[in-house]
C-alpha cells in the first residue's frame, strides 16, 4: 500500500470526482497506472495547469483504490466521448479520503507544519 500522486486534466478530474473511477491505457513499454497502482493505494489528484479553467495547480482530491483493475470497454474519459474511442480501457474504482483544493505553496507548507509538530502527511 502506498500514496501516488498524479496530474490530471480538470475536465477529467470532475470524471474522477464524479465516477470514483480512475482510468489507464493500454500498456507501453514502461511501466505503467497499472504495474504502479494497486488496491489500498492512495491516489493524490493535482490539477494541470493545462487546458484549466479554474483549478489549474492545485490539489484536488484524495482517493482510496477499492478495487483491481477491470477492462471496460465504453467511452467515460472527456477526449473519449469528443473521439469516439475508448483510449483508457483499464479502471479502478476508488473511495474518496478528502475531496477539496490545495496549492502546491499550502501544501508544502502544511507539511511543514505537521512535521514540525510530529505529525506526518498533507492536511488541506
Known amino acids: 500500500m ?15 470526482k464524479e465516477s470514483n473511477v480512475y482510468g489507464a491505457p493500454e500498456p507501453q513499454r514502461f511501466r505503467g497506472p497499472r504495474e504502479l497502482i494497486a488496491p489500498g493505494d492512495v491516489l493524490i489528484f493535482y490539477v494541470k495547469k ?28 472527456p477526449d473519449e466521448v469528443r473521439e469516439g474511442e475508448v483510449k483508457y480501457p483499464w479502471r479502478d474504482r476508488l473511495e474518496p479520503i478528502k475531496l477539496g483544493t490545495c496549492r502546491l505553496r499550502r501544501a508544502r507548507a502544511e ?10 502527511g498533507l492536511n488541506y
Open 2 to 16: 502506498g500514496t501516488k500522486y498524479l496530474s490530471i486534466s480538470e475536465e477529467s478530474w470532475h470524471v474522477v
Open 50 to 77: 493545462t487546458g484549466s479553467k479554474r483549478l489549474d495547480g492545485k490539489f484536488v482530491g484524495a482517493f482510496k483504490v477499492t478495487s483491481t483493475w477491470y477492462r471496460e470497454d465504453r467511452t467515460l474519459w
Open 111 to 120: 507539511t511543514r507544519l505537521h512535521s514540525e509538530q510530529g505529525e506526518s
